[in-house]
């Protein structure tokens, strides 16, 4: 299997904490991507950071990607209650000849921010 | 922001019956994907479409499936004879070659077949 797998399931923190989530994944890739999706609603995408990169900064968000262990993390940093949401690594799947935008999902973090 | 419209929202069904979903995908986009996710499970790719026809499609889009484009705007999942495990919902999305590869979804539509 190619998907990507958050750790952990869930999170529970207090507003102004940081949120760390953890994917892992099997394959090679070209780029992994982290997704936001609100409780019923679609996703949203969050940033993508491509194979030769190790760190990549939006606003609150920064990702590292390890290749050698196949893995990255999402840190949210200043947590608000409005982040309260499931969060979706998905790598694309380039060693399987698919085609653009074929991406394949993690499980998901469930974070939940309290006021 | 352009957005990704689905429509409806909620479908429920009874079993064996055809339901289509609908989406309007981002007017300039030119790539278009169904996901499914079924409750409590991982997000998974159906299918994929450009230049009028399919990209690749997943074990999961077998015969009962197809996707069109009617016209400009539109594109639609059709299950043909739903079965209870098409229960999910369904998400549409889009992309173009100059978004990075970034896609873009719906909100989704939720699918209930009795």
């Known amino acids: 299997s190619q998907q990507g797998e958050e750790d952990p399931q869930a999170l529970s923190i207090q507003e102004g904490e940081n949120a760390t989530m953890n994917c892992s994944y099997k394959?090679?890739?070209?780029?992994l991507q982290w997704y936001r999706q609100n409780s019923g609603r679609g996703l949203v995408h969050l940033i993508l950071?491509?194979?030769?990169?190790r760190e990549k900064h939006s606003g609150r968000l920064r990702v590292t990607l390890d290749t050698s262990k196949k893995s990255s993390s999402l840190l949210i940093t200043a947590s608000r209650a409005a982040d309260t949401a499931s969060y979706f690594c998905?790598?694309?799947?380039?060693?399987?000849?698919?085609?653009?935008?074929?991406?394949?999902f993690g499980r998901g973090t469930q974070l939940t921010v309290w006021p | 922001e352009p957005e990704v419209t689905q429509t409806p929202s909620h479908q429920v069904t009874q079993m064996g019956q055809e339901v289509i979903l609908r989406c309007v995908p981002i007017?300039?986009?030119?790539?278009f994907y169904w996901y499914r996710q079924i409750l409590g499970q991982k997000v998974e790719f159906l299918v994929s479409?450009?230049?009028?026809?399919?990209?690749?499609k997943s074990e999961i889009f077998d015969d009962q499936f197809s996707v069109e484009r009617p016209d400009g705007s539109n594109f639609t999942l059709k299950i043909r004879s739903t079965k209870l495990e098409d229960s999910a919902m369904y998400f549409c999305a889009s992309t173009s070659a100059s978004t990075n590869e970034k896609l873009f979804f719906g909100s989704g539509t939720q699918l209930s077949v009795l």
């Open positions: 950071i491509r194979s030769n990169e």
């Open positions: 394959t090679s890739i070209n780029n």
């Open positions: 998905a790598t694309d799947g380039t060693d399987r000849g698919s085609t653009l935008g074929r991406l394949y």
């Open positions: 007017s300039n986009h030119l790539y």
């Open positions: 479409f450009y230049n009028n026809e399919i990209s690749e």
